[in-house]
């Protein structure tokens, strides 16, 4: 079962491909989001939770930062924190949540 993450988008890097300076060893580049969401809290209202999830490609995300974004995720829990955390579902993409149009009062 997938869950869908909103949140407005704050920031995106993308880590080229890169040679280890010891062994000369390629690592991998990656590329990942975070996003800023709103979660409830029963005790005080609701708190600000930045979520970092990685993705294939950030191409067309860059210019979304500060908006209103969405992506399928799926919820675990870290065996070793006990802390639940989200991962992107295989194949997915951040996706821009379209904006409600503004009342313009004349």
């Not at 295989?90 to 009342?103: F, H, I, S, T």
Request: with cysteine; proline share 4%; charged share 30%.
């Amino acid at each position: 079962m997938a869950l869908t993450m909103r949140g407005k988008l704050v920031n995106v890097l993308a880590v080229p491909d890169r040679k280890d300076e010891k062994t000369g060893e390629p690592i991998d580049g990656y590329s990942f989001c975070q996003m800023m969401s709103e979660e409830h809290v029963s005790t005080y209202g609701k708190r600000l939770q930045l979520h970092t999830f990685y993705v294939k490609s950030v191409e067309k995300c860059g210019a979304w930062v500060g908006r209103e974004v969405e992506v399928p995720v799926r919820a675990y829990v870290d065996r070793k924190t006990g802390q639940q955390k989200f991962t992107v579902e295989d194949g997915a993409e951040v996706r821009l949540l379209v904006e409600p149009a503004k009342n313009q009062a004349a």
